[in-house]
Protein backbone atom coordinates (compact mmCIF):
# COMPACT_ATOMS: atom_id res chain seq x y z
CA UNK A 1 0.00 0.00 0.00
CA UNK A 2 2.77 2.16 1.01
CA UNK A 3 5.07 1.33 -1.81
CA UNK A 4 2.05 2.18 -4.13
CA UNK A 5 1.96 5.48 -2.87
CA UNK A 6 5.17 6.33 -3.12
CA UNK A 7 4.95 4.50 -6.77
CA UNK A 8 1.94 7.23 -7.89
CA UNK A 9 3.57 10.20 -5.97
CA UNK A 10 7.10 9.67 -8.29
CA UNK A 11 4.84 9.22 -11.31
CA UNK A 12 3.40 11.92 -10.62
CA UNK A 13 5.82 14.43 -10.02
CA UNK A 14 7.68 12.45 -13.30
CA UNK A 15 4.18 13.70 -15.22
CA UNK A 16 4.68 17.05 -14.48
CA UNK A 17 8.04 17.21 -14.93
CA UNK A 18 7.58 16.14 -18.48
CA UNK A 19 4.68 18.28 -19.52
CA UNK A 20 6.16 21.97 -17.76
CA UNK A 21 9.34 20.87 -19.69
CA UNK A 22 7.22 20.45 -23.04
CA UNK A 23 6.25 23.90 -22.24
CA UNK A 24 9.37 25.42 -20.96
CA UNK A 25 10.87 23.73 -24.18
CA UNK A 26 8.62 25.36 -26.29
CA UNK A 27 8.78 28.65 -24.79
CA UNK A 28 12.70 28.67 -25.32
CA UNK A 29 12.66 27.32 -28.44
CA UNK A 30 9.87 30.26 -29.92
CA UNK A 31 12.07 32.90 -27.77
CA UNK A 32 15.30 32.56 -28.52
CA UNK A 33 17.74 35.54 -28.96
CA UNK A 34 18.72 36.44 -32.31
CA UNK A 35 22.05 37.64 -33.15
CA UNK A 36 21.43 40.93 -33.32
CA UNK A 37 21.80 44.07 -31.71
CA UNK A 38 19.34 47.02 -30.55
CA UNK A 39 19.70 50.57 -29.89
CA UNK A 40 17.52 51.88 -27.33
CA UNK A 41 16.66 55.72 -26.93
CA UNK A 42 15.93 56.00 -22.99
CA UNK A 43 13.03 57.74 -21.64
CA UNK A 44 11.45 58.17 -24.97
CA UNK A 45 7.85 58.47 -24.18
CA UNK A 46 6.07 60.94 -22.08
CA UNK A 47 3.24 59.33 -21.18
CA UNK A 48 -0.15 61.39 -21.08
CA UNK A 49 -3.23 60.29 -18.91
CA UNK A 50 -5.36 57.70 -20.89
CA UNK A 51 -8.65 57.78 -22.20
CA UNK A 52 -10.88 54.58 -21.44
CA UNK A 53 -12.79 53.58 -25.22
CA UNK A 54 -14.64 50.86 -23.56
CA UNK A 55 -14.37 48.17 -26.04
CA UNK A 56 -11.09 46.18 -26.61
CA UNK A 57 -12.57 45.97 -30.40
CA UNK A 58 -11.22 49.69 -31.66
CA UNK A 59 -8.17 49.61 -34.33
CA UNK A 60 -6.78 52.99 -35.20
CA UNK A 61 -8.69 54.54 -38.43
CA UNK A 62 -6.24 57.14 -38.40
CA UNK A 63 -5.09 60.69 -37.12
CA UNK A 64 -5.37 64.18 -38.23
CA UNK A 65 -4.62 67.68 -37.09
CA UNK A 66 -6.88 67.79 -34.57
CA UNK A 67 -8.67 64.50 -34.03
CA UNK A 68 -7.91 60.95 -33.58
CA UNK A 69 -10.36 58.16 -35.39
CA UNK A 70 -10.36 54.58 -33.98
CA UNK A 71 -12.63 52.37 -36.01
CA UNK A 72 -14.18 49.10 -34.39
CA UNK A 73 -13.68 45.69 -35.90
CA UNK A 74 -17.32 44.44 -34.25
CA UNK A 75 -19.50 47.46 -35.44
CA UNK A 76 -18.37 48.49 -38.64
CA UNK A 77 -20.35 51.37 -38.56
CA UNK A 78 -19.27 52.86 -35.79
CA UNK A 79 -16.32 55.35 -34.97
CA UNK A 80 -15.14 56.89 -32.25
CA UNK A 81 -13.47 60.67 -32.31
CA UNK A 82 -11.15 62.05 -29.80
CA UNK A 83 -9.56 65.11 -29.41
CA UNK A 84 -5.63 65.24 -29.72
CA UNK A 85 -5.03 65.81 -26.30
CA UNK A 86 -7.56 62.80 -25.53
CA UNK A 87 -9.63 63.96 -23.03
CA UNK A 88 -12.67 63.86 -24.18
CA UNK A 89 -14.64 61.26 -26.91
CA UNK A 90 -17.28 61.22 -29.20
CA UNK A 91 -19.21 58.25 -30.65
CA UNK A 92 -21.11 58.45 -34.43
CA UNK A 93 -22.30 56.29 -36.85
CA UNK A 94 -21.82 55.94 -40.91
CA UNK A 95 -24.63 56.11 -42.41
CA UNK A 96 -24.98 54.97 -46.26
CA UNK A 97 -26.74 57.53 -48.39
CA UNK A 98 -29.81 55.95 -49.84
CA UNK A 99 -29.32 52.58 -48.05
CA UNK A 100 -31.45 51.72 -44.71
CA UNK A 101 -29.47 48.74 -42.96
CA UNK A 102 -26.41 48.39 -45.09
CA UNK A 103 -24.40 45.82 -44.53
CA UNK A 104 -20.21 45.09 -44.82
CA UNK A 105 -17.85 42.36 -44.00
CA UNK A 106 -16.28 41.63 -40.41
CA UNK A 107 -13.17 42.37 -42.72
CA UNK A 108 -14.35 46.25 -43.49
CA UNK A 109 -12.08 48.50 -42.74
CA UNK A 110 -12.43 51.99 -41.86
CA UNK A 111 -9.77 54.84 -43.27
CA UNK A 112 -9.03 58.32 -42.72
CA UNK A 113 -7.81 60.49 -45.22
CA UNK A 114 -8.90 64.31 -45.18
CA UNK A 115 -11.37 65.67 -46.22
CA UNK A 116 -12.55 61.90 -46.42
CA UNK A 117 -13.14 58.95 -44.53
CA UNK A 118 -13.70 55.91 -46.54
CA UNK A 119 -15.22 52.01 -45.44
CA UNK A 120 -13.67 49.42 -47.41
CA UNK A 121 -14.98 45.68 -47.59
CA UNK A 122 -12.43 44.04 -49.75
CA UNK A 123 -14.52 40.85 -49.59
CA UNK A 124 -17.68 42.60 -51.57
CA UNK A 125 -15.86 44.41 -53.05
CA UNK A 126 -17.16 47.63 -51.94
CA UNK A 127 -15.77 50.86 -51.08
CA UNK A 128 -17.49 53.99 -49.22
CA UNK A 129 -16.82 57.28 -49.15
CA UNK A 130 -17.57 60.78 -47.13
CA UNK A 131 -16.65 63.46 -45.58
CA UNK A 132 -15.28 63.46 -41.86
CA UNK A 133 -17.90 65.24 -39.94
CA UNK A 134 -20.96 64.47 -41.89
CA UNK A 135 -20.38 60.94 -41.51
CA UNK A 136 -22.57 59.61 -44.80
CA UNK A 137 -20.98 57.79 -47.02
CA UNK A 138 -21.80 57.00 -50.87
CA UNK A 139 -20.47 54.08 -52.69
CA UNK A 140 -17.26 55.10 -54.78
CA UNK A 141 -17.11 53.95 -57.80
CA UNK A 142 -14.05 51.69 -58.61
CA UNK A 143 -13.60 48.24 -60.26
CA UNK A 144 -16.67 46.31 -58.81
CA UNK A 145 -13.83 43.01 -59.52
CA UNK A 146 -11.36 44.19 -57.96
CA UNK A 147 -11.24 42.28 -54.27
CA UNK A 148 -8.96 43.25 -51.93
CA UNK A 149 -7.68 42.09 -48.47
CA UNK A 150 -6.04 46.03 -47.81
CA UNK A 151 -6.65 49.09 -49.05
CA UNK A 152 -5.00 52.29 -48.72
CA UNK A 153 -6.09 55.57 -50.31
CA UNK A 154 -3.11 57.16 -51.93
CA UNK A 155 -4.48 60.48 -53.31
CA UNK A 156 -8.38 61.63 -53.95
CA UNK A 157 -8.74 59.49 -56.27
CA UNK A 158 -6.40 56.00 -56.23
CA UNK A 159 -5.65 53.43 -53.79
CA UNK A 160 -2.95 50.99 -52.99
CA UNK A 161 -4.53 47.28 -52.62
CA UNK A 162 -3.18 43.84 -51.65
CA UNK A 163 -5.11 41.57 -53.17
CA UNK A 164 -4.60 37.92 -54.86
CA UNK A 165 -3.47 37.02 -57.91
CA UNK A 166 -6.34 35.94 -60.58
CA UNK A 167 -4.98 32.36 -61.52
CA UNK A 168 -1.89 31.23 -58.65
CA UNK A 169 -4.29 33.24 -55.87
CA UNK A 170 -0.59 34.59 -54.72
CA UNK A 171 -0.64 37.46 -52.80
CA UNK A 172 0.26 40.76 -54.80
CA UNK A 173 0.04 44.28 -54.39
CA UNK A 174 -1.47 46.54 -57.00
CA UNK A 175 -3.64 50.14 -57.30
CA UNK A 176 -6.91 50.80 -58.12
CA UNK A 177 -7.81 54.19 -59.58
CA UNK A 178 -10.70 55.81 -61.06
CA UNK A 179 -9.21 56.42 -64.52
CA UNK A 180 -7.82 53.91 -67.05
CA UNK A 181 -6.21 51.87 -66.14
CA UNK A 182 -8.81 51.00 -63.41
CA UNK A 183 -6.80 48.32 -61.95
CA UNK A 184 -3.01 47.70 -62.10
CA UNK A 185 -1.12 44.43 -60.34
CA UNK A 186 2.48 44.37 -60.32
CA UNK A 187 3.42 40.74 -58.90
CA UNK A 188 7.36 40.85 -59.33
CA UNK A 189 7.10 43.44 -55.40
CA UNK A 190 5.87 40.38 -53.90
CA UNK A 191 8.67 37.46 -53.44
CA UNK A 192 7.39 33.81 -52.56
CA UNK A 193 8.96 31.78 -50.30
CA UNK A 194 7.00 28.52 -49.16
CA UNK A 195 3.18 29.28 -50.39
CA UNK A 196 3.00 32.75 -51.67
CA UNK A 197 -0.07 33.13 -49.57
CA UNK A 198 0.97 33.30 -45.91
CA UNK A 199 4.50 33.45 -46.72
CA UNK A 200 3.72 37.34 -47.99
CA UNK A 201 2.03 38.48 -45.68
CA UNK A 202 2.56 42.00 -44.36
CA UNK A 203 1.30 45.17 -43.57
CA UNK A 204 0.53 47.59 -46.74
CA UNK A 205 0.92 51.68 -45.64
CA UNK A 206 1.31 54.56 -47.26
CA UNK A 207 3.82 57.70 -46.12
CA UNK A 208 2.54 60.84 -47.60
CA UNK A 209 5.76 62.77 -47.01
CA UNK A 210 7.50 60.66 -49.15
CA UNK A 211 4.84 59.49 -51.50
CA UNK A 212 5.74 56.46 -51.05
CA UNK A 213 3.83 53.00 -50.26
CA UNK A 214 6.00 50.94 -47.89
CA UNK A 215 4.77 46.74 -47.13
CA UNK A 216 6.22 45.10 -44.23
CA UNK A 217 6.84 41.33 -44.51
CA UNK A 218 5.43 39.87 -41.05
CA UNK A 219 7.31 36.56 -41.44
CA UNK A 220 10.50 37.85 -42.66
CA UNK A 221 13.49 40.98 -41.98
CA UNK A 222 12.31 42.88 -45.11
CA UNK A 223 10.16 45.66 -46.06
CA UNK A 224 9.61 46.95 -49.55
CA UNK A 225 9.44 50.92 -50.89
CA UNK A 226 7.93 51.59 -54.13
CA UNK A 227 6.71 54.41 -55.57
CA UNK A 228 2.85 55.39 -56.46
CA UNK A 229 3.16 53.75 -60.15
CA UNK A 230 4.09 50.23 -58.34
CA UNK A 231 7.75 51.14 -59.45
CA UNK A 232 9.82 49.41 -56.34
CA UNK A 233 12.48 51.76 -54.85
CA UNK A 234 14.65 49.65 -52.94
CA UNK A 235 13.73 46.31 -50.82
CA UNK A 236 14.75 47.34 -46.93
CA UNK A 237 15.76 44.77 -44.41
CA UNK A 238 15.49 45.03 -40.42
CA UNK A 239 17.90 44.41 -38.09
CA UNK A 240 17.34 40.69 -37.55
CA UNK A 241 18.33 37.83 -39.33
CA UNK A 242 15.01 36.26 -40.77
CA UNK A 243 15.43 36.68 -44.38
CA UNK A 244 13.56 33.18 -45.13
CA UNK A 245 9.93 33.54 -43.61
CA UNK A 246 10.24 30.39 -41.02
CA UNK A 247 6.49 29.33 -41.09
CA UNK A 248 4.96 25.74 -41.60
CA UNK A 249 1.64 25.15 -43.94
CA UNK A 250 -0.87 22.12 -43.03
CA UNK A 251 -3.39 21.14 -45.19
CA UNK A 252 -6.32 19.35 -43.51
CA UNK A 253 -7.93 17.03 -46.35
CA UNK A 254 -10.93 16.23 -44.14
CA UNK A 255 -12.11 19.72 -43.69
CA UNK A 256 -10.19 20.93 -47.08
CA UNK A 257 -8.68 23.97 -45.57
CA UNK A 258 -4.42 25.25 -45.44
CA UNK A 259 -4.16 26.11 -41.92
CA UNK A 260 -0.77 27.96 -40.58
CA UNK A 261 1.24 25.60 -38.14
CA UNK A 262 3.91 27.13 -37.24
CA UNK A 263 4.96 30.88 -37.43
CA UNK A 264 7.82 32.77 -36.28
CA UNK A 265 6.10 35.98 -36.78
CA UNK A 266 8.94 38.46 -37.16
CA UNK A 267 7.17 41.64 -37.28
CA UNK A 268 3.88 42.26 -35.47
CA UNK A 269 2.38 45.20 -36.76
CA UNK A 270 4.34 48.73 -38.31
CA UNK A 271 3.14 51.68 -39.14
CA UNK A 272 4.63 54.96 -40.96
CA UNK A 273 5.44 58.51 -40.44
CA UNK A 274 7.24 61.05 -41.14
CA UNK A 275 10.31 59.69 -42.92
CA UNK A 276 10.29 56.71 -40.28
CA UNK A 277 9.19 53.76 -40.46
CA UNK A 278 8.07 51.96 -37.28
CA UNK A 279 8.09 48.05 -36.50
CA UNK A 280 6.70 46.29 -33.92
CA UNK A 281 9.36 43.55 -33.95
CA UNK A 282 8.31 39.78 -31.87
CA UNK A 283 12.69 38.80 -31.72
CA UNK A 284 14.60 39.33 -29.19
CA UNK A 285 17.84 40.37 -29.49
CA UNK A 286 21.19 39.49 -28.33
CA UNK A 287 20.91 42.41 -26.27
CA UNK A 288 17.57 41.55 -24.56
CA UNK A 289 17.02 40.01 -21.28
CA UNK A 290 14.54 37.21 -21.31
CA UNK A 291 10.95 37.84 -20.99
CA UNK A 292 11.69 41.12 -22.12
CA UNK A 293 9.03 40.93 -24.99
CA UNK A 294 6.97 40.06 -22.42
CA UNK A 295 6.97 42.85 -20.36
CA UNK A 296 7.34 45.30 -23.32
CA UNK A 297 6.66 45.97 -27.11
CA UNK A 298 9.64 47.03 -28.97
CA UNK A 299 10.04 49.13 -32.02
CA UNK A 300 12.63 49.63 -33.84
CA UNK A 301 12.56 52.55 -36.21
CA UNK A 302 14.21 52.41 -40.08
CA UNK A 303 15.04 55.59 -41.79
CA UNK A 304 13.14 55.54 -45.02
CA UNK A 305 14.97 58.21 -46.92
CA UNK A 306 18.53 56.20 -46.40
CA UNK A 307 17.11 52.70 -45.92
CA UNK A 308 18.88 52.28 -42.07
CA UNK A 309 18.41 51.30 -38.80
CA UNK A 310 18.19 54.81 -36.50
CA UNK A 311 16.70 53.13 -32.99
CA UNK A 312 14.71 51.27 -31.04
CA UNK A 313 12.31 51.84 -28.39
CA UNK A 314 9.78 49.93 -26.00
CA UNK A 315 6.38 50.64 -25.25
CA UNK A 316 5.31 49.79 -21.86
CA UNK A 317 2.55 47.50 -20.60
CA UNK A 318 -0.40 49.60 -19.19
CA UNK A 319 -2.68 48.34 -16.62
CA UNK A 320 -1.19 45.32 -17.43
CA UNK A 321 -1.86 45.12 -21.11
CA UNK A 322 0.20 44.90 -23.80
CA UNK A 323 -0.53 47.06 -26.68
CA UNK A 324 -2.71 46.33 -29.24
CA UNK A 325 -1.91 48.90 -31.91
CA UNK A 326 -0.16 52.13 -32.24
CA UNK A 327 -0.02 55.09 -35.10
CA UNK A 328 2.56 57.59 -35.17
CA UNK A 329 1.98 60.63 -36.55
CA UNK A 330 3.80 63.80 -36.49
CA UNK A 331 5.27 63.95 -32.80
CA UNK A 332 3.27 61.81 -31.01
CA UNK A 333 2.23 58.28 -30.52
CA UNK A 334 -1.06 57.06 -30.11
CA UNK A 335 -1.41 53.61 -28.55
CA UNK A 336 -4.52 50.94 -28.11
CA UNK A 337 -4.55 48.42 -24.84
CA UNK A 338 -6.85 46.77 -24.45
CA UNK A 339 -10.04 49.01 -23.76
CA UNK A 340 -7.83 52.07 -23.00
CA UNK A 341 -6.53 54.54 -25.55
CA UNK A 342 -2.76 56.11 -24.84
CA UNK A 343 -0.91 59.28 -25.92
CA UNK A 344 2.72 59.43 -26.08
CA UNK A 345 4.98 62.71 -26.77
CA UNK A 346 7.45 61.18 -28.62
CA UNK A 347 9.80 63.93 -27.38
CA UNK A 348 12.47 66.18 -29.78
CA UNK A 349 15.75 65.62 -30.79
CA UNK A 350 15.14 62.30 -31.66
CA UNK A 351 12.81 62.56 -34.86
CA UNK B 1 -10.93 -4.09 -26.90
CA UNK B 2 -13.48 -6.57 -27.92
CA UNK B 3 -11.02 -9.50 -26.24
CA UNK B 4 -10.67 -7.61 -23.11
CA UNK B 5 -14.27 -7.06 -22.60
CA UNK B 6 -15.29 -10.67 -23.37
CA UNK B 7 -12.28 -11.88 -21.24
CA UNK B 8 -14.04 -9.24 -18.92
CA UNK B 9 -17.44 -10.55 -18.65
CA UNK B 10 -16.25 -14.48 -18.81
CA UNK B 11 -14.52 -13.36 -15.54
CA UNK B 12 -17.05 -11.23 -13.98
CA UNK B 13 -19.11 -14.63 -14.31
CA UNK B 14 -16.32 -16.97 -12.94
CA UNK B 15 -16.15 -14.35 -9.86
CA UNK B 16 -19.87 -14.21 -9.27
CA UNK B 17 -19.93 -18.48 -8.79
CA UNK B 18 -16.44 -18.17 -6.44
CA UNK B 19 -17.90 -17.59 -3.06
CA UNK B 20 -14.78 -18.32 -0.84
CA UNK B 21 -13.32 -15.18 -1.00
CA UNK B 22 -16.14 -12.06 -1.22
CA UNK B 23 -13.60 -9.13 -0.50
CA UNK B 24 -11.24 -9.84 -2.85
CA UNK B 25 -13.48 -11.03 -6.06
CA UNK B 26 -15.10 -7.61 -5.04
CA UNK B 27 -11.89 -5.83 -5.64
CA UNK B 28 -10.97 -8.18 -8.42
CA UNK B 29 -14.27 -6.83 -10.03
CA UNK B 30 -13.04 -3.26 -9.19
CA UNK B 31 -10.17 -3.66 -10.68
CA UNK B 32 -11.67 -4.98 -14.13
CA UNK B 33 -14.21 -2.48 -14.46
CA UNK B 34 -11.48 0.24 -14.23
CA UNK B 35 -9.39 -1.35 -16.38
CA UNK B 36 -12.32 -1.93 -18.70
CA UNK B 37 -13.12 1.73 -18.52
CA UNK B 38 -9.19 2.53 -19.58
CA UNK B 39 -9.29 0.50 -22.55
CA UNK B 40 -12.82 1.99 -23.62
CA UNK B 41 -11.12 5.76 -23.29
CA UNK B 42 -7.42 4.68 -24.81
CA UNK B 43 -8.96 2.52 -27.80
CA UNK B 44 -11.33 5.03 -28.84
CA UNK B 45 -9.51 8.32 -28.20
CA UNK B 46 -6.46 6.87 -30.06
CA UNK B 47 -8.62 5.80 -33.08
CA UNK B 48 -10.08 9.31 -33.24
CA UNK B 49 -7.01 10.71 -33.61
CA UNK B 50 -5.26 8.07 -36.06
CA UNK B 51 -8.21 7.79 -37.97
CA UNK B 52 -7.60 11.71 -38.75
CA UNK B 53 -3.58 12.30 -38.16
CA UNK B 54 -3.33 15.50 -40.54
CA UNK B 55 -6.15 16.99 -38.09
CA UNK B 56 -4.58 16.04 -34.87
CA UNK B 57 -1.34 17.25 -36.20
CA UNK B 58 -2.77 20.88 -37.67
CA UNK B 59 -4.36 20.78 -33.85
CA UNK B 60 -1.49 20.17 -32.25
CA UNK B 61 0.30 22.90 -34.65
CA UNK B 62 -1.65 25.31 -32.83
CA UNK B 63 -1.01 24.44 -29.48
CA UNK B 64 1.03 27.17 -27.61
CA UNK B 65 3.02 24.12 -25.75
CA UNK B 66 3.52 21.64 -27.93
CA UNK B 67 3.88 23.36 -32.00
CA UNK B 68 7.38 22.51 -31.98
CA UNK B 69 6.78 18.54 -31.56
CA UNK B 70 3.01 18.38 -33.45
CA UNK B 71 4.95 15.69 -35.74
CA UNK B 72 6.07 13.29 -33.28
CA UNK B 73 3.07 13.79 -30.82
CA UNK B 74 0.32 13.06 -33.75
CA UNK B 75 1.66 9.64 -33.61
CA UNK B 76 3.23 9.10 -30.62
CA UNK B 77 0.49 9.93 -28.66
CA UNK B 78 -2.35 7.52 -29.98
CA UNK B 79 0.19 5.10 -29.92
CA UNK B 80 1.15 4.98 -26.20
CA UNK B 81 -2.65 5.45 -25.60
CA UNK B 82 -3.11 1.51 -27.67
CA UNK B 83 -0.06 0.09 -26.14
CA UNK B 84 -1.36 0.82 -22.90
CA UNK B 85 -4.87 -0.30 -24.01
CA UNK B 86 -2.89 -3.25 -24.42
CA UNK B 87 -1.19 -3.93 -21.42
CA UNK B 88 -4.29 -3.36 -19.12
CA UNK B 89 -5.89 -6.21 -21.37
CA UNK B 90 -3.15 -9.05 -19.83
CA UNK B 91 -3.18 -9.53 -16.13
CA UNK B 92 0.32 -9.83 -15.92
CA UNK B 93 1.00 -6.49 -17.23
CA UNK B 94 -2.06 -4.89 -15.87
CA UNK B 95 -0.34 -3.28 -12.70
CA UNK B 96 2.39 -1.73 -14.85
CA UNK B 97 -0.46 -0.13 -17.13
CA UNK B 98 -2.50 1.43 -14.69
CA UNK B 99 0.92 2.91 -13.76
CA UNK B 100 0.76 4.33 -16.94
CA UNK B 101 -2.69 5.29 -17.54
CA UNK B 102 -1.94 7.25 -14.10
CA UNK B 103 0.67 8.78 -15.62
CA UNK B 104 -0.70 9.63 -18.70
CA UNK B 105 -3.74 10.77 -16.96
CA UNK B 106 -1.59 13.38 -14.60
CA UNK B 107 -0.18 14.69 -17.98
CA UNK B 108 -3.38 15.44 -19.61
CA UNK B 109 -4.41 16.97 -16.57
CA UNK B 110 -1.11 19.18 -16.38
CA UNK B 111 -1.30 20.26 -20.15
CA UNK B 112 -5.25 21.73 -19.29
CA UNK B 113 -4.20 23.11 -16.36
CA UNK B 114 -1.53 24.81 -18.21
CA UNK B 115 -3.37 25.69 -21.40
CA UNK B 116 -6.53 26.92 -19.12
CA UNK B 117 -4.18 29.42 -17.59
CA UNK B 118 -1.95 30.29 -20.19
CA UNK B 119 -3.18 30.53 -22.99
CA UNK B 120 -6.10 32.20 -24.64
CA UNK B 121 -8.21 29.67 -26.80
CA UNK B 122 -6.85 26.74 -27.68
CA UNK B 123 -8.82 24.33 -29.99
CA UNK B 124 -9.05 20.76 -27.82
CA UNK B 125 -7.26 17.76 -29.63
CA UNK B 126 -8.87 14.87 -28.35
CA UNK B 127 -10.78 13.29 -30.84
CA UNK B 128 -14.30 12.10 -31.32
CA UNK B 129 -16.76 13.08 -28.62
CA UNK B 130 -14.48 13.81 -25.98
CA UNK B 131 -13.21 17.48 -28.11
CA UNK B 132 -17.24 18.13 -26.96
CA UNK B 133 -16.18 18.75 -23.78
CA UNK B 134 -15.36 22.13 -22.28
CA UNK B 135 -11.76 22.83 -20.52
CA UNK B 136 -13.65 22.66 -17.07
CA UNK B 137 -15.88 19.82 -17.80
CA UNK B 138 -12.67 18.05 -19.37
CA UNK B 139 -10.24 18.84 -16.26
CA UNK B 140 -12.68 17.31 -14.02
CA UNK B 141 -13.29 14.31 -16.37
CA UNK B 142 -9.76 13.48 -16.64
CA UNK B 143 -9.16 14.27 -12.56
CA UNK B 144 -11.78 11.15 -12.22
CA UNK B 145 -9.82 9.13 -14.48
CA UNK B 146 -6.83 9.70 -12.44
CA UNK B 147 -8.95 8.77 -9.17
CA UNK B 148 -10.14 5.92 -11.16
CA UNK B 149 -6.44 5.00 -11.70
CA UNK B 150 -5.35 5.40 -8.20
CA UNK B 151 -8.13 3.19 -7.04
CA UNK B 152 -6.67 0.43 -9.75
CA UNK B 153 -3.07 0.52 -8.61
CA UNK B 154 -3.76 0.78 -4.33
CA UNK B 155 -6.27 -2.15 -4.96
CA UNK B 156 -3.64 -4.32 -7.16
CA UNK B 157 -0.64 -3.05 -5.14
CA UNK B 158 -1.19 -5.13 -1.64
CA UNK B 159 0.96 -8.03 -1.56
CA UNK B 160 -1.53 -10.47 -0.73
CA UNK B 161 -3.69 -9.32 -2.84
CA UNK B 162 -1.70 -9.55 -5.73
CA UNK B 163 -1.15 -13.13 -5.17
CA UNK B 164 -4.47 -13.70 -4.93
CA UNK B 165 -5.53 -11.76 -7.98
CA UNK B 166 -3.20 -14.33 -9.97
CA UNK B 167 -4.75 -17.15 -8.19
CA UNK B 168 -7.77 -16.14 -9.20
CA UNK B 169 -6.77 -15.47 -12.72
CA UNK B 170 -5.56 -18.64 -12.98
CA UNK B 171 -8.96 -20.44 -12.65
CA UNK B 172 -10.13 -17.82 -15.02
CA UNK B 173 -8.18 -18.90 -17.30
CA UNK B 174 -8.99 -22.65 -16.27
CA UNK B 175 -12.31 -22.26 -16.82
Known sequence: MKKTFINLGILFLLGMVIIVSLFAATYKIRHAPNSFLREYQRPFLKAIPALDVKFNSYYIAGITDDHI?????????????????????????????????????????????????????????????????????????????????????IGKTSFAIRTAEYKTLYNTLGKVQIDSPRIRLNSELLQKQVDGVFCTDGMLMYNSKLKRLVYNYRYRNEFIVYDTNLSIDYRGNTI???????????????????????????NIRSCTGGSYLYINSNLLAKNDSEGWLDKNSVIDVYDLTNNSYKFSFIIPLYENSRMRDFMVSENILIVLYDHYMVKYDLQPGYL | MDAGEGRTVVRFCCLLMQTKKPDNMKKQIVIEIISFLFILLFVYAAMMKLLDVEKFTVQLGQSPLLMAFAPQFAWGVP??????????????????????SFTLMVMFTVYIIIILNFAAHVPCSCGGILEDMNWTEHLTFNIGFVVLSIVGTVLMGRPSEARANSATTNITYAS
Open chain 2, 79 to 100: ILELLIAAMLIFSRTRLVGLYA
Open chain 1, 240 to 266: DTFSRAQIKIGYTTSDRSTKLLDKQTT
Open chain 1, 69 to 153: YLGNITAPFDVLIANKAITASQNVKIRIKGVENATVYKSAAIKIDPPYFYLADGVKPVLYRGKIGEWEAERFDYDSGAYFQQLVP
